[in-house]
């Protein structure tokens, strides 16, 4: 008897339709679910500067940036509501040289990572809300 002659099985192969597999699919999906969630809060977890610090040291970013996250020049970025992590990852890449800009390499130069994570939880904690749609 063997897996190529399929008589050798009553005509089925081994686990075809076979209840233990699928329950180990639903097992291994359960596990999948946990660990997406598991990580996200881990993720979040590393993002976790302070608001209230973060406003004290925003007064350099508001020139740009507005101490109400809305951009006050046209090539600066609206940051009021931004996700914290992705402020986070952007700052350090200023401050790591892999993105370059003429004022922020300026400003972000004496920044540390504490910093950073502040004025990162200062902005995204800025609730932004929409107003009229134009044409609606």
């Given at each position: 008897?063997?897996?190529?002659?399929?008589?050798?099985?009553?005509?089925?192969?081994?686990?075809?339709?076979?209840?233990?597999?699928?329950?180990?699919?639903?097992?291994?999906?359960r596990?999948?679910?946990?660990?997406?969630v598991?990580?996200?809060?881990a993720g979040?977890?590393?993002?976790?500067?302070?608001?209230?610090?973060?406003?004290?040291?925003?007064?350099?970013?508001?020139?740009?940036?507005?101490?109400?996250?809305?951009a006050?020049?046209?090539?600066?970025?609206?940051?009021?509501?931004?996700?914290?992590?992705?402020l986070?990852?952007?700052?350090?890449?200023?401050?790591s040289?892999?993105r370059?800009?003429?004022?922020?390499?300026?400003?972000?130069k004496?920044?540390?990572a504490?910093?950073i994570?502040?004025l990162?939880?200062?902005?995204?904690?800025?609730?932004?809300?929409v107003g009229?749609?134009?044409?609606?």
């Open positions: 008897m063997t897996a190529s002659n399929p008589t050798a099985y009553g005509g089925r192969l081994p686990h075809r339709g076979s209840r233990p597999l699928a329950r180990g699919f639903a097992q291994g999906a596990f999948a679910a946990l660990a997406v598991a990580l996200s809060l979040e977890a590393q993002a976790q500067g302070s608001a209230k610090a973060g406003r004290q040291k925003a007064e350099k970013c508001a020139v740009c940036h507005g101490f109400d996250g809305l006050k020049v046209a090539e600066a970025p609206n940051l009021a509501g931004q996700n914290e992590r992705y986070v990852e952007q700052l350090g890449a200023f401050k040289g892999v370059q800009n003429e004022m922020m390499s300026i400003v972000i004496d920044l540390s504490t910093d994570e502040d990162a939880a200062y902005y995204a904690a800025i609730e932004i809300t009229k749609i134009p044409g609606q």
